[in-house]
């Protein structure tokens, strides 16, 4: 034991006079967890985009359209709206990106075409909202109207439970007469400013909030401790090349203690970078990992698993370049498809189950019950479990490899 610890302190000694390993460990995950997190905060400039509008209906209700609706007091901060006299100009508008997205309200309304650019996508989904909503509207306001003639052509009991009923009619009461002095236009106007008397509030089901800096700053610590980690293996092909492995495995200690001792030295490395990623999201942006005593039991498991895999990784490895791409190879993929770089939830089913055939999906899992639901160790103990199991399999795997290294 004594002599693992003496291996792992000088190799300690070494990493930390190397910038590398302050680069690795803390400025790069930090760094990019803090780009990551304000891409996807919504701090940044106000979202503007300039819209084209094509009217080619020319009656009231298209009018309200513009006056109503682009002018409204939530989209004026979101939209410039430019008119146009024909689709024709309007298209070649947004194809040479003078316009961002054109509106074209068709005759009758039967019809509102969103012309988009497929250079600006927020705007185009945007504009397409919009304009899904407004032909609700109208569809609503059409449909009320009719409900209200129907009811005074054909009397109250014209409608049941589900809707019309014909066989409900008593053909002696139906005076059409009586829906000849409707007038349409002013109870159109009455529907449409009659106030909505529901009103639409949110918040999260969990006990918090999910911040962008909370799911990926744990994400991108898990990603940038694989090549923190991967730095025993490495560091003992070097040894062999330079000779002095040999001269290591000549003194009177155990063979074993050479390898447990560099990885002794990584391990402590690696926590402690995933500790200074989750002190520094949290000093810069108040990012909340969950409860402390379960996050370190992730942060711990996961540990595990990364060394574990950096371990097979670079174990059949015969150079230290040779063992570097591999890690490499194995770190991006486990965080692509582990879902590191995007959240797991917005992601396909399919590629959702396979996150969670990686250590990164599992630990990422936790990390959204512990944040999101508040929860503790016991409702992740299945994350911890399933994560421990991935370490176990990797380091079955690379034992002949690891032989090779202690034996020759």
Known sequence: MRATVTIAARELRSRLRDRSAWIVGLAAPVALASIIAIAF??????????????????????????SD??????????????????????????????????????????????????????????????????????????????????????????????GLDLAAIDPTTVEPARGADLEFGALAERVVDAAVPATVTHESAGAHDLTPAAYFGPGMAMLFVFF??????????????????????????????????KSLAAAVLGFASLLAVWGATALLFGARWGDPVAVVAVLLAFLVAAAAIATLASAYARTEAQADGIVSVVAFVLAMIGGNFLLVSDMPPGLQAVALATPNGQALQAFLVLTADGGGVREVAGNLVAILAFALVAFLASVPGLRRWVAS
């Open 228 to 261: 923190t980690l991967a730095a025993a293996p490495r560091s003992l092909l070097a040894e062999a090349r330079n000779g002095t492995l040999a001269r290591l495995r000549a003194a009177p200690i155990p063979a074993v203690a050479i390898p447990a001792g």
């Open 69 to 162: 609706v682009l002018a409204s007091d939530e989209l004026a901060e979101i939209f410039t709206v430019e008119p146009f006299a024909d689709e024709a100009a309007a298209r070649a508008a947004v194809a040479d990106r003078t316009i961002d997205v054109a509106f074209v309200l068709h005759p009758e309304l039967e019809r509102i075409t969103v012309v988009r650019d497929a250079r600006a996508p927020l705007a185009g989904t945007v504009a397409t909202s919009v304009a899904e909503a407004f032909a609700a509207e109208v569809d609503a306001v059409a449909r009320t109207v009719a409900a209200v003639a129907t009811v005074r052509v054909l009397g109250s009991d014209a409608f049941g439970p589900d």
């Open 41 to 66: 905060s919504g701090d940044g400039p106000a979202f503007r985009a300039t819209a084209g509008l094509v009217d080619l209906d020319g009656g009231e209700v298209a009018s309200r359209f513009a």
